[in-house]
């Protein structure tokens, strides 16, 4: 039986569209069956309509389904990724988090892998701030929190730091962060399937 894995991102110029495809291939090659979906976009029309990059982003995620309570339930393990807003994670993110509430009374969240990945505008723009603060809502939900450490020579040449992968937003990608990002999706796959005892994780 191969792990179920939610991918669920909020992008509003691609950096984290571009992330959580990197990882889905990444975790799919690993052999789990993944679900790639972005959280709703909550913004009033008129504020996206009125940025040619924004609407143009909305318009190119638009096969991409969005996330329900119902897919968190499906999932082994989980793999958020959105951008900083002011330290924080994207209020479209914590819109889709704050649904949530039944999934979590119940506990249907808990005891599932969970990583996450961000970006913001400069390195010093707030991703540790917003990954740490996702990953306080994690625990609250039980849910087992699988970051990636400092356990990939990848992380030391991407300049990622041990919770997450952390991208500056508007920049290439360079292999070693590509790397860096399969790394992360690789190491949540194998500690879930471990997790949900499809799998013992290798030695």
């Given amino acids: 039986m191969s792990v179920k894995l939610a991918i669920v991102f909020y992008s509003t110029y691609g950096d984290n569209h571009r992330m959580a495809e990197m990882a889905a291939e990444a975790a799919r090659a690993e052999g789990a069956e993944v679900r790639l979906m972005r959280a709703p976009e909550t913004a009033p029309k008129e504020i996206v309509e009125g940025q040619d990059a924004w609407k143009a982003q909305l318009d190119k995620m638009s096969d991409i389904p969005e996330a329900t309570p119902a897919d968190m339930e499906w999932a082994d ?86 919770y997450g992968y952390s991208h500056s937003a508007g920049t290439d990608f360079t292999d070693a962060q590509k790397k860096a990002i399969a790394h992360q999706a690789r190491r949540l796959v194998r500690h879930a399937a471990a997790i949900s005892g499809k799998e013992r994780l290798a030695a």
């Avoid at 958020?80 to 002011?86: E, G, I, V």
């Avoid at 479209?92 to 808990?110: E, N, V």
């Fill in 77 to 162: 393990a989980y793999l958020f990724s959105s951008p900083t807003r002011f330290g924080t994670v994207a209020s479209q993110m914590r819109a889709f988090i704050d649904t949530l509430g039944g999934q979590w009374f119940s506990g249907k969240l808990a005891d599932k892998a969970v990583s996450a990945m961000t970006s913001a505008q400069n390195p010093h723009g707030g991703q540790e701030s917003t990954l740490l603060g996702l990953y306080t809502t994690f625990m609250h939900w039980g849910a087992v929190i699988v970051a990636p450490g400092y356990t990939d020579q990848s992380l030391f040449e991407s300049g990622g730091n041990p």
